[in-house]
Nanobody, 123 residues
Framework: QVQLAESGGGSVQAGGSLRLSCATS????????MGWFRQAPGKEREGVAG???????TYAGAVKGRFTISKDNGNNTLHMQMNSLKPEDTAMYYC?????????????????WGRGTQVTVSS
C-alpha cells in the first residue's frame, strides 16, 4: 500500500515561511491525487490544498495566495510552500493520497495518510 512520510514542519514567527514535504513509497498508480490537511487543537481536520493526477490544484480559501502545493513526479514527493504564515495556521499537517479521479482536497477521497508534522506560528 501507499506509505507517506511528512517532513519540514517547525516553529516560525508570523510572516515567516515553511516548506513541507511528503515522501511517498509503495505501489505506483496512474491515477492518484494527493493533498495536505491540517488539524488544530480542539478543531476538526480540514483540507488545505490538493493536487490531482493531471496537476490541477485546489486550495482552501484561508490559504489561497499564501500556500502553493506541488508534486515532483520524478521522486514521488509532494510539497507545500507556505508563505506569510499566520498564528491561525498553527496545526498538525497531514499528507494524504487517494486513488482514482479525485481532487485531493476532500478528506473522504483519501485512503492513505501520513503521521503528520507540526507547524507552529507565533505572533
Amino acid at each position: 500500500q501507499v506509505q507517506l512520510a511528512e517532513s519540514g514542519g517547525g516553529s516560525v514567527q508570523a510572516g515567516g515561511s515553511l516548506r513541507l514535504s511528503c515522501a511517498t513509497s509503495g505501489p505506483t498508480y496512474k491515477r492518484i491525487c494527493m493533498g495536505w490537511f491540517r488539524q488544530a487543537p480542539g478543531k476538526e481536520r480540514e483540507g488545505v490544498a490538493g493536487i490531482d493526477s493531471d496537476g490541477r490544484t485546489t486550495y482552501a480559501g484561508a490559504v489561497k495566495g499564501r500556500f502553493t502545493i506541488s508534486k515532483d513526479n520524478g521522486n514521488n514527493t509532494l510539497h507545500m510552500q507556505m508563505n506569510s504564515l499566520k498564528p491561525e495556521d498553527t496545526a498538525m499537517y497531514y499528507c494524504a493520497a487517494g486513488l482514482g479521479f479525485c481532487s485531493g482536497g476532500e478528506e473522504f477521497q483519501m485512503g492513505y495518510w501520513g503521521r503528520g508534522t507540526q507547524v507552529t506560528v507565533s505572533s
